[in-house]
């Protein structure tokens, strides 16, 4: 079986990238290797992104910012599936990816933009639908679908409401 592997795009590659990278890594092992990226990354993963994800189980040594044009270079993973997360990089002119992956943007608010009490409510619900979608993600039929009803199917998933997931 193909080993997909799937970038998860943001700006600053610290919170919402860093989540979809651990969520696809632990639930689609062996299906699935996951990766992100920014335009423009920071210098370290959001605290509270790190918090969170230690203390539902997953693993956090392999987890850091990087820059998206270390996936455009000779040598970089081939890429199966590209996923914009904030409307910021979606809206940015994306370098090319070798081997043209399918690509949806899964805009997310930023919950490190959240400031305060709301902060970890914010971090937490950012999980719970990255999560969802990630579910119905790794519940499609890859192998028996064509591109172009995969790649509607994909785009689909990142318009499902914060309702429809809770």
Not at 53 to 65: A, F, N, R, S
Not at 84 to 107: F, M, N, R, Y
Not at 136 to 154: G, R, V
Request: aromatic content about 10%.
């Amino acid at each position: 079986m193909k080993i997909h592997n799937v970038l998860f795009l943001c700006t600053g590659n610290s919170a919402r990238s860093i989540l979809a990278e651990a969520i696809l890594n632990k639930d689609g092992a062996g299906r699935f290797y996951a990766y992100s990226a920014g335009s423009h990354p920071k210098a370290q993963v959001n605290p509270a992104a790190m918090k969170l994800l230690g203390e539902l189980g997953y693993p956090l040594e392999d987890l850091k910012p990087e820059s998206w044009d270390d996936f455009a270079v000779p040598g970089a993973p081939q890429l199966d599936f590209v996923f914009t997360l904030c409307d910021d990089a979606a809206g940015e002119i994306c370098p090319v990816w070798p081997g043209q992956p399918i690509s949806a943007h899964w805009g997310i608010p930023d919950p490190a933009a959240v400031e305060g009490d709301g902060h970890a409510k914010a971090f937490w619900e950012t999980y719970c639908v990255l999560k969802r979608w990630i579910d119905i993600f790794l519940n499609l039929p890859l192998e028996t679908i064509d591109a172009m009803s995969l790649q509607t199917k994909l785009r689909e998933i990142g318009r499902i409401s914060d309702q429809d997931v809770a």
